[in-house]
């Protein structure tokens, strides 16, 4: 039904229900009709706002993971120092052990945006099957969860692997 037809059924209804409810036409109504757009839009807000939220949500989340992924890789490389001073000493170049910490932090990253995945498609079905309110899993949700989470940890583990790339072969000796 268009807008117009819409309109003139609402003006129908509203005249309809003033006379059962005997309004007086000097009187406003003491009822309200509410159009299929009217819940479309409270419908949108509502989802509007809860998507803005777990957004909101999320973002926090991903930026305190980050923050403890690159905890973890600043200590593996503390940890590591000898091992590093090691490499070095026997000719590794920088980039390849600038490579080696990056891509554990990516590999740890990944891994935990798969289980996340994993785990939030068994909620779905989960909720599905409890609740049977219909569940959908895109497969475009699944690949921005891992490209995500990849991102997550090449941008937090690009300092410690930066860090790591630097240390003087010497120094990375000595250090006990």
Do not use: W
Not at 20 to 47: G, K, M, Q
Not at 149 to 163: D, E, H, K, N, Q
């Amino acid at each position: 039904m268009d807008e117009q037809h819409t309109d003139a059924a609402i003006i129908q209804i509203k005249s309809v229900l003033r006379l059962r409810r005997h309004v007086p036409a000097n009187r406003v109504d003491d009822f309200e009709v509410f159009s299929d757009d009217a819940f479309l839009t409270l419908y949108n807000t509502i989802t509007g706002g809860i998507v803005a939220l777990m957004m909101l949500i999320s973002s926090i989340a991903l930026i305190v993971g980050g923050i403890g992924v690159m905890n973890i890789m600043l200590v593996a490389v503390t940890e590591r120092t000898r091992e590093i001073g090691v490499r070095k000493a026997l000719g590794a170049p920088r980039r390849a052990i600038l490579l080696q910490f990056l891509i554990e932090a990516v590999i740890l990253t990944a891994v935990g945006g798969l289980v996340g995945i994993a785990l939030g498609a068994g909620v779905a079905t989960t909720v599905r099957a409890v609740s049977g309110l219909p569940t959908y899993v895109s497969a475009i949700s699944v690949i921005a969860g891992v490209v995500v989470s990849t991102g997550v940890g090449i941008f937090c583990g690009l300092y410690p692997a930066m860090r790591a790339s630097r240390l003087d072969p010497v120094e990375a000796l000595r250090y006990e």
